[in-house]
């Protein structure tokens, strides 16, 4: 999985943007709602992280069909919601906190948001209202945590965990299988530096020259 942390995407061209599952473009400021570079060759993407890069509406994110989790606190978004269903569909946790939420009413496009299950409104003026957490809940059943808590008071467990589950579950299984490999690898180059080793000193002892240690390093190519 190829991870991407960038104050701006101006290396976009560097890395394949298919390959890429999670973007973090934190304190990268917008122009005109927009993030340079940030488009819908992301096919892939899961995680998109975009705190604090003065959005005021959402209506500019590009068409990303895989994004689970979207982390949009302290920016100034104060509604326009309604592009979200249509360009993330498969969202499950959305972070909108310290932005300039007021109303209830700016939260119905989300009910088109199916598979939301996790929704944040810390420092939004909107959890002030009398009632916010039952009128939210009400507004919005197929969700299952507000604020890092259920209808019961019950904290949510690490949501990165649960947007990643699957995923580390894969990931560990891949890096073990790697390790395997890499310790049979090993283990034959051990082998055959001991061979080699032997080799040598057996003719250092005939010709009475010593040898120079040579230390051969695994070549790891990034892609």
């Known amino acids: 999985m190829l991870r991407v942390k960038l104050g701006a ?44 890069v003065g959005l005021i509406s959402v209506s500019n994110l590009p068409k990303l069909p895989k994004l689970k989790k979207l982390e949009l606190s302290d920016n100034r978004i104060y509604g326009g919601l309604d592009m979200l269903a249509e360009k993330l569909p498969n969202l499950t946790h959305l972070n909108l906190s310290g932005n ?44 299952t945590y507000l ?33 395997g490999e890499e310790e049979e690898f090993d283990e034959e180059e051990d082998e055959d530096e001991d061979e080699d080793v032997e080799g040598e000193e057996d003719e250092d002892e005939v010709s009475g020259e010593v040898s120079p240690c040579i230390c051969f390093l695994p070549c790891f190519t990034l892609s």
């Open 147 to 179: 604020d890092g808590y259920d209808r019961e008071d019950g904290e949510a467990p690490d949501s990165d965990a649960e947007v990643d589950g699957v995923d580390e579950e894969e990931e560990d299984e891949d890096e073990e299988d790697e390790d």
């Open 9 to 52: 995407l101006h290396m976009q061209s560097r890395c394949s943007t298919p390959l890429v599952r999670e973007l973090v473009l934190d304190n990268c400021k917008s122009n005109d709602g927009k993030i340079e570079g940030l488009t819908a060759e992301f096919v892939n993407l899961e995680f998109l992280s975009l705190i604090n």
């Open 100 to 143: 300039k939420l007021k109303d209830i009413s700016t939260l119905e496009p989300l009910k088109k948001l199916d598979c939301l299950k996790s929704l944040d409104l810390f420092n939004c003026e909107v959890t002030n209202l009398n009632d916010y957490r039952e009128s939210v809940f009400r507004l919005l059943p197929q969700l």
